[in-house]
């Protein structure tokens, strides 16, 4: 059902799709079930296309390279003794970062 309803959703879109629209979906099965992927190519034809974000990759995103570094590389077992510590603790990192506390993607 589901998978339907999204599809219904699609439809529904239509009326206002008034120039060639790309809807950005993730790779949730709801968003790439049978019913979807059987509509694609008629969408497409009406002016509305699917593009599918790729499978989650946090070595892409920099936010996620960040939290890493600060969670296993920067951050002092002493930061997770009380909440107002660990709130220290990255605090200091994001205002260290670039200069005591860098990244070095070479």
């Not at 339907?4 to 949730?28: G, Y």
């Amino acid at each position: 059902m589901p998978l339907l309803l999204r599809s219904i959703c699609i439809e529904a879109f239509f009326p206002q799709v008034e120039k060639p629209t790309v809807i950005v979906m993730d790779q949730a099965s709801i968003h790439t079930g049978q019913q979807i992927r059987e509509r694609r190519d008629e969408w497409a034809a009406r002016g509305l296309h699917l593009f599918e974000l790729p499978t989650y990759s946090p070595e892409l995103n920099l936010i996620e390279i960040l939290w890493r570094f600060m969670k296993y590389e920067w951050i002092e077992i002493e930061a997770y003794q009380s909440w107002e510590s660990l709130k220290r603790h990255v605090e200091a990192m994001l205002v260290g970062f670039g200069d005591k506390f860098v990244i070095n993607f070479a």
